[in-house]
C-alpha cells in the first residue's frame, strides 16, 4: 500500500502527548517529561506525519556527532507501514548533515530490526563485545 507520510525534523515541530502515547503502547514506560528531555538532549529527533498532520511516528539520535551514534525510541503508530517509515526515520537521520561524519551507527531498538536491515544495518560481527548495563530496579 502507498503511504502517505511527510518527514519533519527538529523538536519545535514534535507532538510530545502523541509521542509519548506511541511509546507507551509500544511497551516503554515513558512520561511526557522524560519524552521531552530526551528529545532535548538529542542530537537529532524526526517524526513521521500524515496528510493531516497528525504525527504517526518518532525517532531521535544520540551522538557526539564524530565518532558514535545511536537511534532510539523508533515508534510508528498501529495501522500504518510500521517498516517503511520507519525505515524513512532511520534514513532521515543518518542522511541529516550534522551527523554526516559519524563512524558508527547503533539501534537498540529490536522492534525495528527489519526497518534497521533496509538501512543498511547488521548484526555485529562480534556481539559479545558489547555491553549493556539495564538501569537498576526500584
Given at each position: ?14 507532538n510530545f ?27 537529532a ?10 504525527q ?9 556527532a ?19 517509515i ?10 541529516s ?6 563512524q558508527?551507527?547503533l ?32
Open positions: 500500500t502507498e503511504m502517505d507520510f511527510t518527514i519533519k525534523s527538529g523538536v519545535t515541530k514534535m502527548n502523541k509521542i509519548t502515547e506511541l511509546l507507551t503502547s509500544a511497551g516503554k514506560e515513558v512520561s511526557k517529561e522524560s519524552v521531552m528531555k530526551g528529545a532535548l538532549h538529542s542530537e529527533v524526526v517524526g513521521a506525519f500524515d496528510a493531516e498532520g497528525v504517526i511516528a518518532y525517532a531521535r539520535a544520540l551522538s557526539d564524530v565518532s558514535i551514534a545511536c537511534i532510539t525510541d523508533i515508534c510508528v503508530e498501529k495501522g500504518y507501514a510500521q517498516e517503511e520507519a525505515a524513512a526515520l532511520i534514513n532521515e537521520i543518518i542522511s548533515r550534522d551527523l554526516a561524519s559519524v558508527k551507527w539501534i537498540i531498538d529490536p522492534e525495528a530490526k527489519a526497518a534497521a536491515e533496509k538501512c543498511g544495518f547488521k548484526a555485529p560481527e562480534h556481539p559479545e563485545t558489547i555491553l549493556l548495563r539495564p538501569a537498576p530496579k526500584g
